[in-house]
Structures are given as C-alpha cells and as structure tokens.
C-alpha cells in the first residue's frame, strides 16, 4: 500500500451547467481546491446526475462527455472532458460494497454533474475518473452507508468527490441577476453547515425532519444525496471545511465542503 496520505473527500455543489463556461468564486474555489489537494491516482465520482435503481459503477476504459441537458448555448454542448477510465478502480469499489451488488456499466460516462466541476478542479482532465451511480428504490441512510464503505480509498490515492446541490429547487427559481434567496432555503442551508461543523451525520441523513424546509429544499434526494456519501466518509476527529457558499436564482445553494484538507 502507498505510505503518501490520505486523500480528502469533497462535495462540489455545482449548480447550473453554464459554470462550466464561467470564471466566479464557485468555480475560482474549485479550482484552487484541485490546486490545494495531493494529486490523485484516480477519481471516484457520485454525481447527482447518475439516479438509477441499483447500483453501478462506470467500467469502461475511455467514458464518453454525457451532455445530459437541453436549452443551453453550443459551446457547453462543445465541450470534452477525456478523461480516462479506471476498470480496476472499479472492480475495487464493487468489492468493497458487497455485498451491495454493484454493475460494471459499459455504457454512461462522465455526467455534466462530473465534468462540469472537474474541467476546473482538474482541467488537463489527466487523471482517470470513474462514477458510482445512487440507487433511487434507497433511503438516505443506505446511501450514506455506502460512503463509509468506500473509505480505504482514501489511503489508495483515490479522490471521492460528490457532486450536487444542498438545495436544488429549480421549480421555485427566480429570474434575474442577484435574486435573494429565499427564507426557507437559507434555513436550510445554515442547519446542513451546522450539522456538517459538527459532524452531526445523524441529522444529516435525517434531513426530512427539517419539515417544510426540507420539502422545499430538497423536493427530490438525488442533488443532496452525494452529501452524504462525503458525510459518510469524513473520518473521526476530521473537520470539515467549507470551501464556497452561496445562492443562485434563490432557490440553488452553492454549498462545497472537504473534509482531510491539509492545514497548509
């Protein structure tokens, strides 16, 4: 085994895909977070954008760029992330999952979900990235359960990175530029950092007992779940970091974190 040190987790809320065309302090943050991290061998990615029923994990050698959205301008749909794929990485995730039965897909890719954050962190797209889908038919809990399973990777040289939004609620969006957030989603948003300063997990994955802010929040799991997955893997006595916050069109929060960040 490698003797280097463990590698942090990081969860990129990652907002519109129109960030990865632009230069403001979330994706300026993301990139001197891919600066500040030790170079990974590989990277394991959960991406909001990957909701399946089951689990699987992206086996081929060379993933294709997914271009998972309609209505947006040409170049986001020009852009190529050639990263490459890592069989062996994941062959190694379905081994610590089991007995989660886990597939070895052959035909997703790399999400916006995924790319959209990592042509920042990593723009040379030189390091082999492979994704793990969230099963849809589990509670919070199983999710965030899985995330500790995946924890030697992190002395394997292996970067997990979770990919969505704490709140995503893009039905209640508001237009124009600087739109306030809403009461509701800052709510929420403050009881997450609180839970996540205090390495609360337990309120974390029980996140539906914050009732209608909550609801309002997280009207469907899959951009909050990737969370929990980086909860899961924060080890005792690590903190978490919180690396950029904010809100887009009142109703999407910015939120990214790391735990195992370095002091330096």
């Known amino acids: 085994m490698n003797t280097t040190a463990r590698m942090p987790v990081i969860f990129f809320g990652h907002g519109s895909p129109m960030n990865t065309l632009a230069r403001n302090p979330y994706t300026e943050a993301w990139r001197q977070l891919g600066a500040m991290v030790p170079r990974p061998k590989a990277i394991?990615?959960?991406?909001?954008?990957?909701?399946?029923?089951?689990?699987?994990?992206?086996?081929?050698?060379?993933?294709?760029?997914?271009?998972?959205?309609?209505?947006?301008?040409?170049?986001l749909f020009d852009i190529q992330y050639p990263a490459r794929g890592d069989p062996a990485l994941a062959a190694r995730v379905r081994e610590l999952l089991a007995p989660v039965e886990v597939g070895l897909d052959q035909t997703w890719g790399l999400d916006h979900g995924t790319w959209s954050v990592l042509?920042?962190?990593?723009?040379?797209?030189?390091?082999?990235?492979?994704?793990?889908?969230?099963?849809?038919?589990?509670?919070?809990?199983?999710h965030y359960d899985l995330g500790r399973s995946l924890?030697?990777?992190?002395?394997?040289?292996?970067?997990?990175?979770?990919?969505?939004?704490?709140?995503?609620?893009?039905?209640?969006?508001?237009?124009?530029?600087?739109?306030?957030?809403?009461?509701?989603?800052?709510?929420?948003?403050?009881?997450?950092?609180a839970a996540l300063a205090s390495a609360d997990h337990q309120s974390l994955v029980e996140f539906e007992r914050?009732?209608?802010?909550?609801?309002?929040?997280?009207?469907?799991?899959e951009h909050y779940l990737p969370l929990l997955y980086i909860a899961g893997l924060q080890a005792e006595g690590e903190t978490m970091a919180f690396v950029v916050d904010g809100y887009e069109a009142g109703s999407l929060g910015m939120l990214s974190v790391a735990a195992g960040m370095s002091a330096g």
Do not use: C
């Open 210 to 221: 914050l009732g209608e802010d909550a609801r309002l929040a997280v009207p469907t799991p």
């Open 119 to 142: 042509v920042h962190a990593y723009p040379d797209a030189g390091i082999p990235v492979v994704q793990l889908s969230m099963d849809a038919t589990k509670p919070a809990g199983f």
């Open 151 to 193: 924890a030697p990777l992190r002395d394997e040289q292996v970067l997990i990175v979770g990919s969505g939004n704490v709140v995503h609620n893009l039905m209640l969006m508001q237009r124009g530029v600087g739109a306030p957030a809403y009461e509701w989603a800052r709510r929420f948003n403050e009881a997450v950092r």
């Open 44 to 75: 394991l990615a959960i991406s909001a954008h990957w909701y399946t029923r089951g689990t699987s994990v992206t086996a081929m050698a060379s993933p294709k760029t997914i271009h998972d959205f309609r209505g947006f301008p040409q170049a």
